[in-house]
């Protein structure tokens, strides 16, 4: 079936220092993949996404990063600060009968530590 | 602009009782709207998507009777957990998009709690 899972569960990094958080997917026919924010208690928040036929895309502190080959997706975040500290999800966009639909993945907690 | 609120933020409900979440775009017409549920540490599952004035599409596995979705405008739209029970306890949130377009604009949740 269809499905889009992380590696990590959780990762834990020094305030100042970049982060990578990884999520691997088994559909091919996403038309874009998107990475989420989710800070405890909210809802989530688009940070960046990417369309499918890229490999590479960079926005302000953070750069996702899509390897079709091995159905693999990253998210960079560049010098972490501490309000990054949050629940990261990817997500997989696909357009079906009359609408996109997102299929999230499970998610990694990111703690910043000062 | 787009934005998205829920109503309640929270709310705490009596086992068998029925509870109503609304969700609403502010700042624009939305197409589509959908409804997802989050178990604590657990990802977005998507329950049903709804167009404005019509039918909602149901998820494999989510009960339309026991989760009754109303579209009724294109700035709102409500679910209603029916006899609520406490494995119902969840929290809500719902999304929006506009144009039929890629981008879903969420609103902050709505975290119930039945006992």
């Known amino acids: 079936g269809e499905s889009v899972g992380l590696h990590l569960p959780t990762l834990s990094v020094q305030e100042g220092d970049n982060s990578i958080i990884n999520c691997a997917y088994s559909?091919?026919?996403?038309?874009?993949f998107i990475w989420y924010k989710q800070e405890s208690g909210k809802g989530p928040q688009f940070i960046i996404d990417?369309?499918?036929?890229?490999d590479k895309r960079q926005g302000q502190r953070v750069t996702v990063l899509l390897n079709k080959t091995v159905k693999h997706l990253s998210l960079q975040i560049a010098a972490t600060q501490p309000g990054d500290s949050a629940v990261y999800f990817c997500?997989?966009?696909?357009?079906?009968?009359?609408?996109?639909?997102?299929?999230f993945g499970k998610g990694t907690l990111l703690t910043v530590n000062p | 602009g787009a934005v998205v609120s829920q109503h309640p933020s929270w709310v705490i409900c009596k086992s068998g009782t029925s509870v109503k979440i609304e969700c609403r775009s502010l700042?624009?017409?939305?197409?589509?709207m959908f409804w997802y549920r989050q178990f604590p540490k657990q990802s977005l599952m998507l329950m049903a998507t709804?167009?404005?004035?019509?039918?909602?599409?149901?998820e494999q596995g989510v009960e339309k009777d026991k989760f009754l979705i109303n579209h009724a405008s294109l700035t709102l739209s409500t679910l209603t957990v029916t006899s609520a029970h406490p494995e119902d306890s969840s929290f809500y949130i719902c999304?929006?998009?506009?144009?039929?377009?890629?981008?879903?604009?969420f609103g902050p949740g709505t975290r119930l709690t039945v006992t």
């Open positions: 999304s929006a998009n506009r144009d039929r377009g890629r981008e879903q604009y």
């Open positions: 559909n091919s026919a996403s038309d874009y």
């Open positions: 990417i369309r499918s036929n890229m």
């Open positions: 997500a997989e966009n696909k357009y079906g009968g009359s609408n996109y639909k997102l299929t």
């Open positions: 700042d624009f017409q939305a197409t589509t």
């Open positions: 709804s167009n404005e004035g019509s039918k909602a599409t149901y």
